[in-house]
């Protein structure tokens, strides 16, 4: 029901920076969640944040709070993660994700529709 589209993954330098993003089509409810999670490889997958999407409200992870930022566009429904100062710790596939209430979370399996992911390498 829920179709998620990323882009703005790549190789990035340490210190650099990207902008995913996440255009969603085909929900119904105007309260939700879009979260935004990553995995390396034999790790499992973490929260990295998330918006909600009637007040705007954000959560970070610590690992990445400063340096990310998560915005939105609701005309083109779509959610931004924007990632400087870049580490290597960083690489990861990066997955946004949507839940259908207003409750900010960073658990996985309260996600009901995910994108494709979308690969980000930070190396030298």
């Known amino acids: 029901q829920v179709q998620l589209v990323e882009s703005g993954g790549g190789l990035v330098q340490p210190g650099g920076s990207l902008r995913l993003s996440c255009a969603a089509s085909g929900f119904t409810h105007d309260d939700y969640v879009i979260g935004w999670f990553r995995q390396a490889p034999g790790k499992e997958r973490e929260g990295v944040s998330c918006?909600?999407?009637?007040?705007?409200?954000?959560h970070y992870a610590d690992s990445v709070k400063g340096r990310f930022t998560l915005s939105r566009d609701n005309a083109k429904n779509t959610a931004y993660l924007q990632m400087t100062s870049l580490k290597p710790e960083d690489t990861a596939v990066y997955y946004c994700?949507?839940?259908?209430?207003?409750?900010?979370?960073?658990?996985?399996?309260?996600?009901?529709?995910w994108g494709q992911g979308t690969q980000v390498t930070v190396s030298s």
């Open positions: 918006i909600s999407s009637s007040l705007g409200l954000r």
């Open positions: 994700a949507y839940k259908s209430d207003s409750r900010l979370s960073a658990s996985d399996y309260e996600y009901e529709f």
